[in-house]
């Protein structure tokens, strides 16, 4: 199969949206965007054995390159209006490529995006590079820069699971034994099929103020957003959503504790809002602590101490200790 041939086959599909006016199969790929509308742009790159596990399926790496980068335009609020994808493959194995691309147009389908270009490449290392585009009125956009002291800070879904579903590949011999295998398989769904929030990022977008995507890992992504804020916060650990599967694991294994605070991976929207607009969260969302003046980020454990947060979130240039 050559080059062509395998675009055409396994990338090139109809597209009824009507910001794309031209698909795959040109030079470049034609956008309108609607009247007013700003236009958003993020690229994500995935390196197999880094970004998701080697055995991961085909179908899941497909749907997980492009949910990481439609979670970016979920958390800034905008509507995703194209994807392209840069693919470096080590071998054109026809069922790797069908399952892949089932995996990402499945998604794009489930949001109303289409692939309307990218570049085919033979590499040694699977390596994909994904670029979101998107649109959004300019006075809708989320930033982190926009949080302020008194802010309600809140979180959608679950924190932890995709960290856990991390271990359970990494290291299955630290899971406790006791820990259902629907569990575990739930734990490793979410690690390899995140959600991204976008439906949410829309209804925030209306009275939200900061708001980033829990990539990794939510001590790390909170500090961005209070960085680029110049506020402190106050989280209270016992208030971290978990799910039922995170929850019977943390029961067997209490030293996980503080993993839904470090772990990436998750992809739920994390954002502040002032606590009038609370009743306006009409999904699931809960809210995990405040925004305060002073500086820096205080985490309370159920006794009410502060939790040492000193390994923090995935940082893909940290230097070990010397
Ligand atoms: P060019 O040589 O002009 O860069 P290519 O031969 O690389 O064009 O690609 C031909 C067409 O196929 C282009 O429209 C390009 O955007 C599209 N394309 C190539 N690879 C992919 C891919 N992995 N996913 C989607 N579209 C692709
Ligand atoms: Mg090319």
């Given at each position: 199969?050559?080059?062509?041939?395998?675009?055409?086959?396994?990338?090139?599909r109809d597209c009824a949206t009507p910001s794309v006016l031209l698909g795959v199969g040109?030079?470049?790929?034609?956008?309108?965007?609607?009247?007013?509308?700003?236009?958003?742009?993020?690229?994500?790159?995935?390196?197999?054995?880094?970004?998701?596990?080697l055995n991961t399926a085909?179908?899941?790496?497909?749907?997980?390159?492009?949910?990481?980068?439609?979670?970016?335009?979920a958390a800034m609020g905008a509507q995703p209006r194209g994807v392209t994808l840069g693919l470096a493959l080590p071998e054109a194995d026809p069922d790797w490529l069908a399952g892949f691309a089932e995996g990402f147009h499945r998604l794009a389908a489930e949001f109303g995006v289409c692939l309307i270009g990218g570049d085919t490449v033979a590499s040694p290392q699977l390596t994909l590079a994904v670029t979101?585009?998107?649109?959004?009125?300019?006075?809708?956009?989320?930033?982190?820069?926009?949080?302020?002291?008194?802010?309600l800070?809140?979180?959608t879904g679950t924190l932890g699971d995709a960290g856990l579903g991390l271990r359970?590949?990494?290291?299955?011999?630290?899971?406790?034994?006791?820990?259902?295998?629907?569990?575990?398989?739930?734990?490793?769904?979410?690690?390899?099929?995140?959600?991204?929030?976008?439906?949410?990022?829309?209804?925030l977008a209306g009275f939200a103020h900061a708001a980033i995507d829990v990539s990794d890992g939510l001590a790390q992504d909170l500090g961005h957003i209070l960085a680029?804020?110049?506020?402190?916060?106050?989280?209270?650990?016992?208030?971290?959503?978990?799910?039922?599967?995170?929850?019977r694991w943390l029961a067997l294994d209490p030293s996980v504790e503080t993993l839904p605070l470090t772990a990436g991976d998750d992809y739920e929207l994390l954002f502040t809002l002032a606590p009038e607009d609370r009743d306006r969260l009409d999904f699931p969302a809960t809210v995990i602590g405040s925004i305060?003046?002073?500086?820096?980020?205080?985490?309370?454990?159920?006794?009410?101490?502060?939790?040492?947060?000193?390994?923090?979130?995935?940082?893909?240039f940290a230097v070990g200790p010397d």
């Open positions: 199969m050559n080059e062509f041939a395998l675009i055409r086959r396994y990338f090139a040109d030079d470049c790929a034609i956008l309108k965007p609607a009247p007013d509308e700003v236009l958003l742009v993020s690229t994500d790159l995935l390196v197999a054995g880094r970004h998701f596990p085909p179908e899941d790496i497909g749907h997980k390159a492009l949910a990481v980068n439609l979670s970016d335009l979101v585009l998107g649109g959004a009125q300019p006075d809708r956009v989320l930033r982190r820069d926009a949080a302020r002291p008194g802010d800070i809140a979180v359970t590949v990494l290291s299955p011999d630290s899971v406790p034994a006791e820990l259902p295998l629907a569990d575990r398989d739930y734990l490793r769904g979410r690690l390899d099929r995140p959600t991204p929030r976008l439906a949410e990022g829309q209804v680029a804020s110049g506020v402190g916060a106050e989280i209270d650990l016992a208030a971290l959503p978990l799910s039922a599967a995170a929850r305060r003046a002073e500086p820096g980020l205080v985490v309370r454990n159920r006794a009410g101490q502060a939790v040492d947060l000193a390994r923090g979130g995935f940082d893909h």
